[in-house]
């Protein structure tokens, strides 16, 4: 394994053979850092290194926020583009569970990866808020595919359901900001 060395300053860990005179993220001088040792093993630092959850996160939050902009627009001009609009925002609201979904459960592997369980306060709570983005974002597909998005009192309904869908995934992109950094040794 490579030698590391982690930066007094910012915490910033480097194979040693990488840095050059200055901390690459902060850039204090080299003297700065020191030997470090990763108390995760290789193979839990491997699977953490997929950023997965991370990643999938994105999509959710893409759907989320642009089914909300989508909604938005045909609430405010309904019969602008029409049929168009209300297609578009029909494809995000009904792909908006899915990725919701995805999140979830890579959610629950990140956590069992990074902190070998799923039930430590952050992360119960961050289940609780990812089950209500779940409900929101399933509701608005419902109402949009059962009753159509074409009565204004669907579009309301939508706007109203994928904002709280973008205010869950607000609290859970500050709930995983805090556990960006810590990891369970071993």
């Known amino acids: 394994m490579a ?20 901390c690459p993220a902060c ?7 020191e030997p470090w040792t990763d108390p995760v093993s290789r193979r839990r630092r491997y699977l953490l290194g997929f950023d997965l959850h991370p990643i999938i ?26 049929l168009t ?4 925002m029909r494809a995000f609201i009904g792909v908006l569970p ?9 959610g629950l592997f990140d956590g069992k990866v990074r902190f070998r369980r799923t039930t430590a306060p952050l992360l119960r709570r961050k289940k609780v808020v990812g089950t ?8 608005a597909a419902v109402v949009t595919f059962a009753v159509g998005p074409f009565e204004t009192w669907v579009r309301v309904l939508v706007v109203l359901l994928e ?5 869950c995934a607000f609290v859970l992109g500050r709930i ?11």
């Open 3 to 22: 030698e590391l060395l982690r930066c007094k300053s910012c915490g910033y860990v480097a194979e040693a053979g990488k840095v050059g005179d200055v």
């Open 27 to 33: 850039g204090v001088p080299r003297k700065m850092m």
């Open 57 to 82: 996160d994105h999509f959710s939050i893409c759907y989320a926020t642009s089914a909300l902009a989508v909604a938005l627009f045909v609430l405010i001009f309904p019969e602008v583009f029409r």
């Open 85 to 88: 609009a209300t297609g578009v």
């Open 98 to 106: 899915l990725a919701v979904i995805g999140s979830f459960l890579s």
């Open 132 to 139: 209500l983005f779940f409900i929101f974002a399933t509701a």
């Open 163 to 167: 904002a709280a869908g973008v205010a």
């Open 176 to 186: 995983g900001k805090d556990l960006l950094q810590p990891l369970f040794p071993g």
